[in-house]
């Protein structure tokens, strides 16, 4: 069992940056592929980008609009969800996922092991 928990959500304005983390107390997340992912009031959950274990080598989905990058610290046991020029929709529920996938393309798992709680981003004016 992969206990994730994520942080670094909050209320941002429109334009700013914001960095969300996720660590894995009693795990060691390198082992894990990962993801985040997101979830808008009354809309569907959809990936935002994934990262294959150890290495890290990032895929894209269509919603990080080049905006997003999702990068892993294996030593502080951690991956990153960095966000800039934040727009409204924007705002979700943003949540980190991890599988004991070790292939090459992440964006391969269809569906993923360990979930968090979630950390929630609110984007003002």
């Known amino acids: 069992q992969v206990h994730l928990v994520e942080s670094g959500g909050g209320v941002v304005q429109r334009g700013d940056s914001v960095t969300l983390s996720c660590e894995a107390p009693?795990?060691?997340?390198?082992?894990?592929?990962a993801a985040w992912f997101r979830q808008a009031p009354g809309k569907a959950r959809e990936e935002i980008a994934c990262i294959t274990y150890n290495k890290g080598v990032p895929y894209y989905k269509d919603s990080s609009e080049g905006r997003f990058t999702i990068s892993r610290d294996n030593a502080r046991n951690a991956v990153y969800l960095q966000m800039t020029n934040v727009k409204f929709e924007d705002t979700a529920a943003y949540y980190c996922?991890?599988?004991?996938?070790?292939?090459?393309?992440?964006?391969?798992?269809?569906?993923?092991?360990?979930w968090g709680q979630g950390t929630q981003v609110t984007v003002s004016a």
């Open positions: 009693g795990s060691r997340l390198e082992y894990f592929a």
């Open positions: 996922a991890a599988d004991p996938y070790s292939g090459r393309n992440c964006q391969l798992i269809p569906d993923w092991d360990y």
